[in-house]
Antibody, heavy 121, light 111 residues
């Protein structure tokens, strides 16, 4: 059974970088079949796709966040990571990682549990 | 305002059938991009219910079904059960935004 677990600080100072890591267990992140994605949901707002990465390092980002986001993959650790620069209160959200089928336009399954990150001083 | 429009809430009695709509535009659903559906219980990870418009992953009861036509898609739930009470989201891709997009979510209440 594939499991994804998000880890990282639950509190980030404004203007700092929000950093999260997703650890994959029960399967290899180096699979040629899947992408790996980040999705977030601010309190009371819609789900928002942040971006997706392939094991080779190829990335696709939401244009609305592209200037501030970097998603990377560490195949030796079976992990992929999110860095969101210049964080503001608007980045306060529940952050999820998920496996994405075949291509970055496709569905997410399974999802990790999600972690709440607050941007506040 | 979400790019994909869903009703904020739907209600049904046990055993009944309910449908949840997901309305898009010619830049997403109408452009031929697939629609996927998720069930989300607060405090848990969203669960894939339907992928690629009408495919049910292994383990998902056949009470759940999806359809797509034109610029809209629908999720149907038959034989409603108390455990179906959750939030439901649709997802697609928008070529104008060059982004994966989600609907605003629909809260299903089972009476």
């Amino acid at each position: 059974q594939l499991l994804l677990q998000v880890s990282g600080p639950g509190l980030v100072e404004p203007s700092e970088t929000l950093s999260l890591t997703c650890t994959v267990s029960g399967g290899s992140i180096s699979s040629t079949t899947y992408f790996w994605g980040w999705i977030r949901q601010p309190p009371g707002k819609d789900l928002e796709w942040i971006g997706s990465v392939f094991y080779s390092g190829d990335t696709y980002y939401n244009p609305s966040l592209k200037t501030r986001v970097t998603i990377s993959v560490a195949t030796s650790k079976n992990q992929f990571s999110l860095r969101l620069r210049s964080a503001t209160a608007a980045d306060t959200a529940l952050y999820y990682c998920a496996r994405q089928s075949h291509y970055y336009m496709n569905w997410f399954d399974p999802w990790g549990q999600g972690t709440l990150v607050a941007v506040s001083s | 305002q979400s790019v994909l429009t869903q009703p904020p809430s739907v209600t049904g009695a046990p055993g009944q059938r309910v449908t949840i709509s997901c309305t898009g535009t010619s830049s997403n659903i109408g452009a031929g991009y697939d629609v996927h559906w998720y069930q989300h219980l607060p405090g848990t990870a969203p669960k894939l219910l339907i992928n690629a418009n009408n495919n049910r992953p292994s383990g998902v009861p056949d009470r759940f079904s999806g359809s797509k036509s034109g610029t809209s898609a629908s999720l149907a739930i038959t034989g409603l059960q108390a455990e179906d009470e959750a939030d439901y989201y649709c997802q697609s891709f928008d070529r104008s935004l060059s982004a994966v997009i989600f609907g605003g979510g629909t809260k299903l209440t089972v009476l």
